[in-house]
């Protein structure tokens, strides 16, 4: 068992950090909301706030939510893993807020400027134009001044340590990648093929590989605090992990290559590499469950238990399965592009990275409010409507992106006159109708949650789980 220490300066600045990832989860939830309407009443909202500034905001949002949760979670579990304070918390704490000020800049920006005359001012002060990084480039400084100084928190709390431990030496060889690779977010060329090459390194290799590496840091130090899991089990399966990612990585980037005009052999090495990168996740996870298991281990915070299984098997199906389906130079000749890619997104976003973080979150709840077990209702609620939800928004892209790539691809042979037709088919509309009604699902199930992060462990009966805790809660 970890030893219990309390870093209260570390533990403030990560639940600053949830509690702003949470308002942007419901901020992403909105904009995407409003955003499938669009698909069904295209004049929704047009021409005040249209389609493509919503998908910005959605899009957007859901990468800085995710990015502020990752550093809570770090804030959160890194001190016990090197017995001591993290070095810089007062310079974090003020990027904390730069970083807020800069997100609600960002999107007033959006909302109300919207576009700017296409020139260089254009992409210092309003959009930059490519998408996932669409802020402007004042606002880009500003991420990686923030990203920035999480490195020299997290490193420079090592070097005064003298000591790390082997998830340490992972996590901190990842935000090399993680820092650097973000970079390419300020270039602009105007070779389009140019652009887009460098375009799905940043996309690719910071969001789904340097991300893949961070949650599963992050997972296998929850493991540790949730189920007792040992060391020697957790660090194994991230370095397999790490070692896939190395080897599979830059080559599963590969099934983009193909749409930027690169040689057609691109399309079939990256379409089978790429579908990898989640299996030891799952593996370290099933381990861990099955060790709680053998050692009769009693669960005192079950929302964290079950959303950390909602992330293993919805990262190896939204991410691995999803993704090595819409990947396959068979299929992703037709579907590259469609909204099959979005059900793809959603699932993979959502199971990789969604469900890991919430499960942090519930984790630094309970030993926050000294609360000796964590259960309820309300979580249960909450985690069937999000993942119902989910699930049903996934299913109903992939309908319409499958009426896509028959009509307008197979079919219409990819031309403008065949989109329009495939958009306008009856399986494509009752698809997105469908995503509509599912995404109010999914919003309730975020309601839910809301609520019950803000009271769980606060709300006077507090059921005592049967049997009692087998332990107190970690950290």
Request: net charge neutral; with cysteine; charged share 10%.
């Amino acid at each position: 068992m970890q030893q219990q220490l309390s870093f209260p300066q570390s533990q403030s600045l990560a639940l600053k950090y949830f509690a702003a990832a949470i308002v942007l989860f419901g901020v992403m939830v909105v904009a995407g909301i409003l955003a499938s309407i669009d698909y069904v009443h295209p004049q929704f909202l047009f021409p005040i706030l249209p389609f493509s500034i919503l998908k910005i905001l959605h899009i957007d949002v859901l990468v800085i939510w995710i990015l502020m949760a990752f550093m809570g979670a770090l804030f959160w579990l890194l001190p016990s893993e090197y017995g001591r304070e993290l070095v810089g918390i007062k310079l974090a704490n003020l990027m904390f807020w730069i970083f807020c000020a800069t997100v609600l800049a960002v999107a007033a920006i959006f909302v109300f400027v919207q576009t700017g005359p296409g020139n260089e001012r254009t992409l210092w002060l309003v959009n930059q134009g490519r998408k996932y990084v669409e802020e402007p480039r004042w606002a880009a400084i500003i991420v990686a001044s923030g990203v920035a100084v999480f490195v020299y928190n997290v490193v420079g709390t090592a070097i005064a340590a003298k000591r790390t431990t082997g998830v340490v030496w992972v996590i901190i060889l990842n935000l090399t990648p993680l820092f650097f690779l973000y970079l390419i977010a300020f270039p602009a060329p105007t070779n389009i093929s140019v652009d887009q090459f460098w375009w799905w390194w940043l996309v690719h290799f910071w969001v789904e590989a340097t991300w893949e590496v961070m949650i599963g840091s992050i997972v296998a130090l929850v493991l540790m605090r949730l189920m007792g899991t040992s060391r020697s089990i957790v660090e194994t399966w991230l370095y397999i992990e790490v070692a896939l990612v190395l080897a599979t990585g830059v080559l599963g980037i590969g099934h983009h290559y193909f749409w930027m005009g690169a040689p057609a052999y691109w399309l079939g090495i990256g379409g089978f590499f790429s579908a990898l990168e989640p299996l030891p996740l799952l593996g370290m996870v099933v381990h861990a469950v099955y060790d709680a298991g053998e050692h009769h281990m009693k669960m005192t915070n079950e929302p964290a238990f079950y959303w950390m299984m909602a992330e293993a098997f919805g990262n190896f199906i939204g991410a691995g399965v999803w993704g090595f389906m819409i990947t396959l130079p068979q299929i992703n000749l037709f579907a590259h592009g469609t909204q099959w890619t979005a059900s793809h997104g959603h699932l993979a976003f959502w199971g990789a990275y969604g469900c890991g973080v919430i499960s942090v979150i519930y984790l630094a709840l309970q030993s926050s409010r000294r609360a000796p077990y964590f259960g309820g209702a309300a979580w249960k609620w909450a985690f069937a409507l999000l993942n119902g939800g989910m699930i049903g928004m996934g299913g109903a892209l992939m309908l319409a992106g499958m009426a896509q790539a028959f009509y307008e691809r197979a079919i219409g042979g990819s031309t403008f006159n065949a989109f329009v037709s495939a958009s306008s088919s009856p399986w494509f509309l009752e698809g997105m109708g469908m995503r509509l009604i599912f995404g109010i699902v999914f919003t309730a199930g975020y309601l839910i949650l809301a609520y019950d992060l803000l009271t769980i462990g606060r709300r006077v009966a507090v059921a005592t789980h049967a049997g009692g805790p087998a332990r107190a809660p970690a950290e």
